[in-house]
């Protein structure tokens, strides 16, 4: 077991197990990638899964908005992508730019091409390097987040071939083959388990599951397909970290669209912290969860291109609408309200920090 150095700074931990802190820990989804000219000039030597893969490159781009950010940013998350779980299952993914699988599997048939039993250490172990040696090279200013993505936004995607706007073809399975889909989704969530738990074996202190696509499901559709996979992921993972005598770490859910679901799935899911994209007002969030889970989130990434003022603007009014009666922060990390896109001037991403610090102090 790797001995790391001592953590200085754990308000992320604190506010994802519930507690009241004396300001929002601040981090923001894709912070570690393409907004960044220090990540866009390493890029372009190296095509993106070959970064994904080499534990140094990945480390260094984890590390590069901390460094920038020093002293404003509470927690680092790996470098890595959602789509490395169906690599690993067998499937071929390239880059170029979007996402895109050369061969998709188009009838329940196809589903054997996978690898039935994945060795997560081998076909994954790049990514529990890269881990380790972030923790390593983090000494201890934030905790570092791992994660995956949920078994429905990778079942969308390994059938679709890549992104879709209709997800004609995902959906098709759901209600033409209902039982073969929930075997895959279960299949995948499997893998999940397993890539988690290593995570945090080499070193990750919080986890956080991405359901990008929960928001094209229907309530029904979501109860039936999506949630199963998702409480499967948190109860596993508990069980196995449990009996092999590693401490329990918070764990994050988004599941971008779905803000009708938080209702259960604060109540039974099995997540410390639910993520809210913008769509929905944090007042109205906070009364639904009713103090069960913590929440994360919700500006809207496009207000990052509005100046200095819309900035601080939308900050101040989130930060009002996240305290509790007392004006005081409750369980809550601050963040956008999905992935920092690429235009972005980083010097307004301080701004933003800056700006939570500043609305978000009891």
Known sequence: ????????????????????????????????????????????????FEICRTPELATEITLQPIRRYSGLI????????????????????????????????????????????????????????????????????????????????LFAYMIEGGGSKTFTKAKTWLFKYPEESKALLLQIADVCVDFLVGQVKAGAQLLQVFDSWAGELSPLDFSLFSLPTLKHISKSVREKLSNQSIPEIPMTLFAKGANYALGELAKDSGYDVLGLDWCIEPSVARKIVDGKVALQGNMDPNVLYGGREAIESAVKRMCEKFKDGNGEVGAWIANLGHGITPGVNPEDVRWFFECIHKYSAR
């Open 1 to 48: 077991m790797v001995e790391f150095p001592p953590l200085r700074n754990d308000l992320l931990l604190r506010a994802a197990r519930g507690e009241k802190t004396e300001r929002a820990p601040v981090w923001i989804m894709r912070q570690a990638g393409r907004y960044l000219p220090e990540f866009r000039a390493l890029r372009a030597d190296h095509e993106f």
């Open 74 to 153: 509470d927690a680092s998350i790996i470098f890595s992508d959602i789509l490395v779980i169906p690599q690993a299952m067998g499937m071929e993914v390239l880059m170029n730019p979007g996402p895109s699988f050369p061969d998709p599997l188009n009838i329940p048939a196809d589903v054997s091409k996978l690898r039935q039993n994945v060795d997560v250490e081998k076909e994954l172990g790049y990514v529990f390097k890269a881990i380790t040696q972030t923790r390593i090279g983090l000494k201890g200013e934030v905790p570092l987040i791992g994660f995956c993505g949920a078994p429905w936004t």
